[in-house]
């Protein structure tokens, strides 16, 4: 993995954390909201690994809902794990920021 991908992992995974932070949300759901956002690139796919690993790191957590529109959708929800991991993602970026912005 190169360091650019491996740098956008981090990115892509403190973003999905805010977002989840600020309400519960399904994975389509968070595609679109980065979208949003600029993160133009990123495809659902690349989503799903990421959710499964901060499930596995009890960041957050997942439940089965009725849909009105098809079948049931996985929505997420942020832990007190997630609430601590999203501080520690804050202060990494303004640390990289800033070192970023004194090159610029």
């Not at 991908?5 to 892509?12: D, F, N, R, T, V």
């Amino acid at each position: 993995m190169s360091h650019n991908s491996q740098l956008m992992k981090g990115i892509l995974e403190g973003c999905i954390l805010l977002l989840i932070a600020k309400e519960e949300v399904y994975g389509y759901q968070i595609s679109m909201k980065l979208k949003q956002f600029g993160f133009s690139d990123i495809s659902e796919g690349s989503i799903y690994p990421i959710l499964l690993r901060m499930q596995k790191e009890k960041w957050i957590l997942g439940e089965f809902k009725p849909s009105a529109v098809g079948p049931q959708r996985k929505y997420y929800y942020i832990t007190a794990a997630g609430k601590q991991k999203i501080l520690h993602f804050k202060h990494e970026w303004q640390t990289i920021k800033q070192a970023v912005d004194l090159m610029l």
